[in-house]
């Protein structure tokens, strides 16, 4: 097997599968050939199982989109007329331009996203502080992915602009759960205890939105 040696001044020998699957092992300056080979050798089955799922995520990345999700919806992708790209709400599709990439058109999703995130969030955050009780500072939307949401110890909301792929009741429980952090900046039991109190359909959400994530890295979103 081919691999290429990284010499560092560390203690154990690590391997690395990169993105086009080529293979990359980090070892001490003095270890000896023989030993880094073994280890390679030791380890041929995770390298080839880590090289195929590295290869269908490629291959998921570069197929054009069939569909996009909108608020917890599925939007079947039509070739756009006028090449622009847009998300219709009322017709519950999304129009993208057929000569772009897989990678070009989730981009230019994402930016569809950006916007409806910031047409719906800070209305959203406003009523729910409002029935809660509660003040915050400035609403921002980012492109995080493996957080939906953060809250400052000023109080300053930040939402990732991928929350307009789940449904309503997700978003408003991933709001609730900001908010309900100018109580508390933990996650201690009381915490918990007051997010479950406050958010409807509790665990269903957390479960939609933990799917969601691993969809996303599925899919090649993130
Ligand atoms: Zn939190």
Redesign the pocket.
Known sequence: MDYTVVRQSRKSVSIRVLDDGRVEVRAPLRCPEQDISRFVQAQSDWIARRRQELSQRRERAQRALEFVRVQGESYPVSPSPDGRVRIDLREKRAYLPQSATAEQQRAAIAGCYRTLAQNVLPDRVQQIAQRLGLTYGRVRINSAHGRW???SSQGNLNFSLYLMMASPKAVDAVVI??L??RVQ???SPE?RRLERQHTPDYEACRRELDELALWMRREGWV
């Open positions: 949401g953060s809250c759960h900001e309900l952090h900046l933990n996650h915490f």
